[in-house]
């Protein structure tokens, strides 16, 4: 088990949101192409464009704060392993002919998600104890 100071954290955060946003404008606005390229749904891009924003949203404000909330990162990190178990699901179970740049994409944007996740939850884990002290 590792730990992750709140500056480390603030940083992941940071990125989480950055990421965040820059993945749903591009589902947006690229959708069509990237349905072509990746076999993946025009529509199933846009609606996960709009799940990401809500979750850059929460990563954003978390990372704005100066002792990120806990209870917030653990509730951003429920929803990154949702999304890592949602990526695995389209890549292995959801029946789609994924392109091999679709399921290349698909496999490592659920892999930074999940190193993500990992260390927001070692944050979460220093505040709570923090807290606790």
Do not use: Y
Not at 84 to 91: E, I
Not at 114 to 132: C, V, Y
């Amino acid at each position: 088990m590792f730990t992750v100071s709140a500056s480390t954290l603030r940083r992941v955060l940071w990125l989480d949101a950055a990421s965040g946003f820059g993945m749903g404008l591009s589902h947006l606005a690229l959708a069509e192409p990237l349905s072509g390229w990746t076999g993946i749904p025009a529509a199933w891009l846009q609606v996960a464009a709009l799940v990401v924003f809500g979750a850059a949203s929460l990563a954003g404000w978390l990372a704005s704060r100066a002792e990120p909330p806990a209870g917030g990162v653990r509730l951003l990190v429920a929803g990154n392993f949702a999304w890592v178990a949602a990526s695995l699901w389209l890549a292995f179970g959801a029946g789609l002919s994924l392109t091999t740049l679709g399921l290349g994409w698909v496999l490592a944007q659920a892999l930074l998600v999940l190193l993500m996740a990992e260390l927001e939850w070692a944050g979460a884990r220093r505040t709570q104890g923090l807290a606790m002290a």
